[in-house]
């Protein structure tokens, strides 16, 4: 039995911080970093049953073309994420009742989707592409504290990237849902997206503070790996997608991340219209569901 304190119902039977019960988990989820961006995703909704706001994580439930879908927001960086996925699972797999872990043959693998904002590190992912990872490194320390398991492909490239840009510490490099990917992806460009715990400094950004390593982001732009599935680059930047992919490889949810390129870090621009590159991506991505 899960204690109290580890896994924590509202009074109302909802759990900790999303606030929701079971019933208003769908099948198929769709993720947003902003809370404004949960109402653009379910104006195109046929019907909505459920909406719902706790901190910045904001849920509507609907229908869209007879499917239900559930999405919701996660405010931003993976230590949410970890907040979001630990919680979407307990919702499914786990019985609030007996607080206890549904067995194998009752469990529930997820579609989760996220769909969210990115900058590009090169100049032929442009502002306006809309871009599906397919694997994501993880500069952040969330998976210190779960035991991923990683191919030789994931561990060679940690292993490279952790040499070129002379960090302490071992990045983690994990592969997203092929099955979504195929799915949802057929018509968008595809990359590794690299996951930063920070918008500034760990996205090479300099405002008035100089960064440990001056030539950090050439190191990630010209980083490359040789392998026998071909050269492994890095696409792009956000800040949510390796840790959705790692748990949702422990959790046995199939996780894809979609990603709207708002900035280009190699050419220096910026999305003059952001909204309506992120409508693309939800208009596109809903009628494929
Ligand atoms: C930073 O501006 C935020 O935008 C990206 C990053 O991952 C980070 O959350 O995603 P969202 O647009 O989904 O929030
Ligand atoms: N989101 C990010 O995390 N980085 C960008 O450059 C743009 C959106």
Not at 56 to 80: A, I, P, Q
Request: net charge negative; with cysteine.
């Amino acid at each position: 039995m899960i204690p109290e304190s580890e896994l924590i119902l509202n009074a109302d039977g909802t759990i900790y911080h999303l606030n929701l019960l079971p019933d208003h988990i769908s099948d198929t989820i769709l993720t947003v970093g902003d809370p404004a961006r949960v109402a653009q995703v379910s104006r195109h909704f046929d019907s909505i049953e459920f909406e719902g706001t706790h901190r910045e994580f904001v849920t509507h439930v609907g229908y869209y073309r007879g499917k239900r879908l559930t999405v919701l927001s996660t405010g931003m960086g993976t230590d949410n994420i970890d907040i979001v996925m630990n919680e979407l699972d307990a919702l499914v797999n786990i019985d609030f009742m007996s607080r206890t872990v549904r067995p194998p043959e009752e469990r529930l693998s997820l579609r989760i989707i996220r769909l969210g904002t990115s900058g590009s590190l090169q100049p032929d992912v442009p502002v306006g592409a809309l871009l599906a990872s397919q694997h994501a490194i993880g500069l952040d320390s969330l998976m210190q504290f779960y035991p991923l398991v990683e191919t030789g492909l994931e561990t060679q490239v940690a292993r490279d990237l952790q040499q070129s840009l002379g960090l302490p510490f071992a990045p983690y490099v994990v592969r997203g849902s092929d099955l979504l990917r195929e799915q949802l992806a057929a018509d968008l460009l595809v990359g590794n997206t690299v996951t930063c715990p920070g918008f500034y400094g760990p996205q090479g950004r300099r405002l008035r503070l100089d960064l440990r390593s001056p030539d950090y982001m050439e190191r990630l732009q010209n980083f490359r790996h040789q392998s026998p599935e071909g050269d492994f680059r890095l696409a792009n930047f956000e800040m949510e997608t390796a840790g959705y992919y790692a748990l949702g490889q422990l959790l046995g949810h199939e996780v894809l991340s979609l990603n709207a390129i708002v900035a280009n870090r190699a050419t220096g621009e910026f999305a003059k219209d952001t909204g309506e590159i992120v409508e693309r991506l939800i208009v596109r991505t809903l009628a494929l569901l």
